[in-house]
């Protein structure tokens, strides 16, 4: 928790990780993002995520985090990046979930400086927010992180940890303090990049927040 973001060991050998990323691209078909298909599904408690990693974060955000609402909300997405698509990249952001798990299924190379849809990430950039209102104020100011000439900037400060995802080593950033955006799956990668997002527990109001706050919550 103090460091906001854990390294997994690679993904394990005694399931087929790659069989399993070509049963989920075909499901994701020609869409950016899916949500839960039968195959993702299948691989989530292949590795034991609901079963065994899920429980343990629930505790932790009761204990942590002072979450009160159930082990049951999460949202488990696959995000299938093409080779040139340009509209899923450096959008600089935190998530609204308490936990999110990166794992790293198909991992595209290129060659000679371009771009391969790496992860780039600050744990701690800002303190676990309070409240929804210091929640929105935060992922707002941030915005203006959310473009390739600030974050290569950061990257050059050393502000950014640069994550290939070569080893497939699942990432999971805990709290909602670590900003983190995607460089671009340029045109010369080596081929499409897919990751799947487990997100644990939205601690935001629901109910009685005004229609703008969540507008704002989702930009
Ligand atoms: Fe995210």
């Keep these: 928790m103090e460091r906001g973001t854990m390294m997994f060991p690679a993904l394990s050998e005694s399931v087929d990780i790659d069989a399993y990323a070509r049963e989920i691209?075909?499901?994701?078909?020609?869409?950016?993002f899916c949500a839960s298909s039968p195959a993702h599904a299948r691989l989530l408690d292949a590795l034991d995520v609901r079963d065994g990693l899920a429980p343990v974060l629930h505790q932790m955000?009761?204990?942590?985090?002072?979450?009160?609402?159930s082990l049951e909300d999460q949202y488990h997405i696959a995000r299938l990046v093409t080779p040139g698509n340009s509209t899923e990249q450096y959008r600089a952001h935190f998530d609204s979930h308490l936990f999110t798990l990166v794992i790293p299924l198909v991992i595209p190379t290129a060659a000679d400086g371009n771009e391969a849809g790496e992860l780039l990430y600050r744990p701690n950039a800002r303190r676990q927010p309070r409240s929804e209102l210091e929640n929105i104020a935060g992922k707002a100011w941030f915005k203006r992180y959310a473009n390739r000439r600030r974050a290569t900037q950061l990257l050059a400060q050393d502000q950014f940890t640069l994550e290939s995802f070569a080893e497939r080593r699942p990432l999971l950033f805990a709290g909602r303090t670590t900003l983190h955006t995607n460089r671009a799956v340029s045109?010369?990668?080596s081929g499409p990049r897919l990751t799947l997002l487990a997100h644990f527990f939205d601690p935001s109001p629901r109910y009685g927040v005004?229609?703008?706050?969540?507008?704002?919550r989702r930009r």
Excluded: F, I, S
Excluded at 25 to 32: S, Y
Excluded at 61 to 69: C, D, E, F, S
């Design 187 to 189: 045109p010369a990668a």
């Design 61 to 69: 955000a009761r204990k942590h985090l002072g979450y009160q609402g």
């Design 210 to 216: 005004g229609n703008m706050l969540r507008t704002l």
């Design 25 to 32: 691209m075909q499901e994701v078909g020609d869409r950016t």
